[in-house]
């Protein structure tokens, strides 16, 4: 079975730095899709990047982008010119071709003003 | 906003009782997802449900069931309610094709305390 692992529960930036929140993955497929969700403390779970596997580009959404390492199963999120919306919880999510999803434990991210 | 509806947000119980928590899911998704999140942990899948069938189970206990009705609102019952079974119960719904990929979106959650 697919694992996703997050080895770090909590991490903190300074306000307008950047972080960088790591994520590996087991897996024996190689078509299947990475994702970072982002939980506030209002518990709402909002998307943050997708990334698709076969593509080799890092996918990028504003201040959020990935560093996506295939052959080490790998999918770290970097967050830059960090701002205080953006101190939540955040789950690395692995999806197969079946729609089968497995998040990560999370890490807790605090931001420092 | 998601686009996935849960009610209701809140819900406070008793040991021993029986709750239903209702979702709608985003307009044309016929995937529907539950989730439990317990206090500081990560989300633990539930089931899933597609176009009224189950499709995959997960860490769900046999007190608990799901259905999905011809609207694709779905319905998750928990019954003989346990003091650990308050959580945050999100319901998550996606598209689905012959792709794949479809990433889910998560409804505002439904907070259950049983007392």
């Known amino acids: 079975a697919q694992t996703v692992t997050q080895s770090q529960p909590e991490m903190s930036v300074q306000e307008a730095e950047t972080v960088t929140l790591s994520c590996t993955y087991d897996?024996?497929?190689?078509?299947?899709?990475l994702f970072w969700y982002k939980q506030p403390p209002s518990r709402q779970m909002i998307l943050v990047i997708r990334q698709e596997a076969y593509k080799q580009q890092n996918a990028t959404e504003n201040r959020f982008s990935v560093n996506f390492q295939k052959a080490a199963k790998s999918f770290s999120l970097k967050i830059s010119d960090s701002q205080l919306g953006d101190a939540a919880m955040y789950f690395c999510?692995?999806?197969?071709?079946?729609?089968?999803?497995?998040f990560g434990a999370g890490t807790r991210l605090t931001v420092k003003p | 906003d998601s686009g996935v509806t849960q009610t209701p947000k809140h819900l406070i119980t008793a040991t021993g009782q029986r709750v239903t928590l209702r979702c709608s899911p985003r307009?044309?998704?016929?995937?529907v997802y539950w989730y439990q999140q317990s206090l500081d942990q990560g989300l633990q899948f539930l089931i899933q449900y597609y176009n009224g069938e189950e499709r995959a189970k997960g860490n769900i206990l046999e007190r608990f069931s799901a259905q999905q009705f011809p609207d694709l609102h779905s319905e998750l019952n928990l019954s003989s309610l346990e003091l650990g079974d308050s959580a945050l119960y999100f319901c998550?719904?996606?598209?689905?094709?012959?792709?794949?990929?479809?990433?889910?979106?998560f409804g505002p959650g439904t907070r259950l305390t049983v007392l």
């Open positions: 307009s044309g998704d016929l995937s």
């Open positions: 999510a692995y999806l197969d071709k079946f729609n089968d999803m497995r």
């Open positions: 998550a719904s996606s598209a689905t094709g012959t792709s794949g990929g479809y990433e889910q979106f």
């Open positions: 897996t024996s497929e190689s078509d299947y899709y």
